[in-house]
């Protein structure tokens, strides 16, 4: 079925959908995207110190329902984890004592920081640093959120 007609009969049949929710961990900054209600279109949310990110996922569910948060997990060239997993298991965690009726994916995050800063580049967008740092993350979650739906659309 292709997505058009997907789209199509959800919303011929009013089928509630819930939204996706992705993060792009960093010890600095974590980037966030969600789907919209029919999972069909990833947008980047917000980027947020890793402090701050429960009581935010918490506000933010009280509001928008999310069914499942995709997690990138980060990964070296080799496939081996990179030094920064340890800091993504402890999020994981996190996640899972915090919110555990929401199920968690976890999906190869190499290249995602590289292909929003290219997107980012290629948009012209003049940021300063700070902010430029903050939209790569988004844009990051959002290729993360992007292949976890493009991946699980083919499944």
Do not use: W
Request: proline share 5%.
């Amino acid at each position: 079925m292709s997505l058009v007609s997907m789209l199509y009969l959800c919303i011929l049949t009013k089928i509630e959908k819930m939204r996706i929710m992705a993060f792009d961990y960093g010890t600095k900054r974590i980037g966030i995207a969600v789907t919209d209600p029919l999972q069909i279109i990833a947008t980047a949310l917000t980027t947020l110190h890793p402090n701050e990110i429960i009581e935010f996922i918490k506000n933010y569910i009280q509001t928008e329902p999310v069914e499942k948060f995709i997690v990138g997990s980060p990964l070296q060239m080799d496939g081996t984890p990179s030094q920064s997993a340890p800091h993504v298991k402890g999020f994981i965690r996190n996640l899972r004592r915090t919110f555990p009726e929401i199920p968690i994916v976890t999906i190869d995050e190499r290249f995602t920081s590289k292909m929003a800063s290219s997107v980012i580049a290629q948009s012209g967008l003049k940021k300063d640093k700070k902010h430029q740092k903050s939209l790569v993350d988004q844009i990051s979650a959002v290729i993360i959120l992007q292949s976890y739906m493009e991946s699980s659309y083919l499944h």
